[in-house]
């Protein structure tokens, strides 16, 4: 009997010693040792994958969305993690690239943040399958997107992958986290499994500002307007040199009054002209209207001039005419002016004759008029 306990007794204890080494292979010390979603400045939604919710391809966690780059996956959940369950995404007989994404708001533009996976491993007869894990810090959902900032990609086979951790400077409100996996070649059933994701703010690192295009406004001088001053056309008169007639008489010359007109008014307009990429630019264009000098002219003096001519004893004669360069008259009246001397010198030639009468008949009648 004591032989057949002894037996038991040595039995349970291998049995034990196995457990705890298998125990160690599964779930790495640092995994069990510390629960990272238990952080508080953790920021991703349902860390632990605590529960599933039907999805494209199967289930995936809560909070979580599947994306698929190639193959035709299954996503579904598994107990293979630290704290089951987790998720478990596998192809049997196919590859793919594949894995999972949550959009985290509430971030701070500017502010550093690291994104960490604490359970990525793979069963699979092959040796090799991809793990990476990334932030896109744009808040993008395009997993092939150029602005995703990727952790290095682990391909061994082991439990525990402290690399799998990246960093990225937020750069709108939101930003989101990424895990993919790549499995390039198909050995049967290949699995990956997958749990822990979190998203933390690192404070020590300062705030920075969010990378953005400052537009330089480019304002172009208004040019000030040009004042016209009004400038006045002064009408210069000619003198005239007095006309002395052939018998001395003077005929005054006609004197021109003269007129000072301005040219007008100056108008000032200005014509703003905006621009795209913005410029205004404006023009003073003086509207200058000129009015005609019109000068007030006198018409010339005319003089005329009686030339009288004593009588001699005994003869009669007609006093002169009068001469040609005694009257100043404008060429276009010739005729009438012809008319005029004519009778004047009629008048001039009775008077004179009636007078010389009048004293002949006071010298034949002794003093007597006739």
């Given at each position: 009997m004591a032989t057949k306990a002894g037996t038991s007794a040595a039995r349970l204890a291998l049995a034990a010693m196995l457990l705890a080494m298998l125990a160690g292979e599964l779930w790495p010390r640092g995994v069990v040792a510390e629960d990272i979603c238990a952080d508080p400045r953790n920021k991703t939604f349902n860390c632990q994958f605590d529960s599933f919710g039907p999805a494209p391809g199967g289930s995936v966690p809560k909070g979580w969305w599947p994306f698929v780059i190639s193959g035709a996956p299954a996503f579904d959940q598994a107990s293979d993690t630290p704290k089951p369950p987790s998720l478990r995404i596998w192809s049997d007989g196919g590859t793919f690239v594949a894995g999972i994404y949550q959009v985290v708001r509430g971030i701070t533009p500017g502010a550093t943040y690291e994104a960490f996976i604490g359970w990525a491993v793979f069963a699979s007869s092959g040796d090799r399958m991809g793990r990476v894990i990334g932030i896109d810090p744009r808040g993008g959902t395009d997993p092939t997107a150029s602005s995703i900032v990727w952790s290095p990609e682990v391909w061994e086979k082991?439990?525990?992958?402290?690399?799998?951790?990246?960093?990225?400077?937020?750069?709108?409100?939101?930003?989101?986290?990424?895990?993919?996996?790549?499995?390039?070649?198909?050995?049967?059933?290949?699995?990956?499994?997958?749990?822990?994701?979190?998203?933390?703010?690192?404070?020590?690192?300062?705030?920075?500002?969010?990378?953005?295009?400052?537009?330089?406004?480019?304002?172009?001088?208004?040019?000030?307007?040009?004042?016209?001053?009004?400038?006045?056309?002064?009408?210069?008169?000619?003198?005239?040199?007095?006309?002395?007639?052939?018998?001395?008489?003077?005929?005054?010359?006609?004197?021109?009054?003269?007129?000072?007109?301005?040219?007008?008014?100056?108008?000032?307009?200005?014509?703003?002209?905006?621009?795209?990429?913005?410029?205004?630019?404006?023009?003073?264009?003086?509207?200058?209207?000129?009015?005609p000098v019109t000068p007030t002219h006198t018409a010339p003096a005319i003089v005329y001039r009686l030339v009288e001519t004593p009588l001699a004893t005994g003869s009669v004669d007609l006093p002169k005419r009068l001469s040609a360069a005694s009257v100043s008259a404008p060429p276009g009246n010739r005729a009438d002016w012809r008319l005029f001397a004519g009778g004047v010198a009629i008048i001039i030639g009775a008077s004179a004759w009636w007078g010389a009468k009048h004293l002949r008949g006071r010298r034949l009648g002794g003093g007597k008029t006739l």
């Amino acid at each position: 009997m004591a032989t057949k306990a002894g037996t038991s007794a040595a039995r349970l204890a291998l049995a034990a010693m196995l457990l705890a080494m298998l125990a160690g292979e599964l779930w790495p010390r640092g995994v069990v040792a510390e629960d990272i979603c238990a952080d508080p400045r953790n920021k991703t939604f349902n860390c632990q994958f605590d529960s599933f919710g039907p999805a494209p391809g199967g289930s995936v966690p809560k909070g979580w969305w599947p994306f698929v780059i190639s193959g035709a996956p299954a996503f579904d959940q598994a107990s293979d993690t630290p704290k089951p369950p987790s998720l478990r995404i596998w192809s049997d007989g196919g590859t793919f690239v594949a894995g999972i994404y949550q959009v985290v708001r509430g971030i701070t533009p500017g502010a550093t943040y690291e994104a960490f996976i604490g359970w990525a491993v793979f069963a699979s007869s092959g040796d090799r399958m991809g793990r990476v894990i990334g932030i896109d810090p744009r808040g993008g959902t395009d997993p092939t997107a150029s602005s995703i900032v990727w952790s290095p990609e682990v391909w061994e086979k082991k439990r525990s992958n402290p690399e799998l951790r990246v960093r990225a400077v937020a750069e709108a409100d939101s930003l989101t986290v990424f895990v993919r996996v790549d499995h390039p070649a198909s050995y049967g059933a290949d699995q990956a499994f997958l749990d822990a994701v979190t998203l933390v703010q690192d404070d020590s690192v300062p705030i920075a500002p969010p990378a953005s295009a400052t537009a330089t406004e480019t304002s172009t001088p208004v040019p000030e307007p040009t004042t016209v001053e009004p400038t006045a056309v002064v009408e210069t008169p000619t003198a005239a040199l007095p006309t002395t007639l052939s018998d001395g008489a003077i005929a005054s010359p006609g004197t021109a009054t003269p007129s000072v007109t301005a040219t007008g008014t100056p108008t000032v307009a200005l014509t703003p002209t905006p621009s795209p990429s913005p410029t205004g630019t404006a023009a003073a264009t003086p509207t200058v209207t000129a009015v005609p000098v019109t000068p007030t002219h006198t018409a010339p003096a005319i003089v005329y001039r009686l030339v009288e001519t004593p009588l001699a004893t005994g003869s009669v004669d007609l006093p002169k005419r009068l001469s040609a360069a005694s009257v100043s008259a404008p060429p276009g009246n010739r005729a009438d002016w012809r008319l005029f001397a004519g009778g004047v010198a009629i008048i001039i030639g009775a008077s004179a004759w009636w007078g010389a009468k009048h004293l002949r008949g006071r010298r034949l009648g002794g003093g007597k008029t006739l």
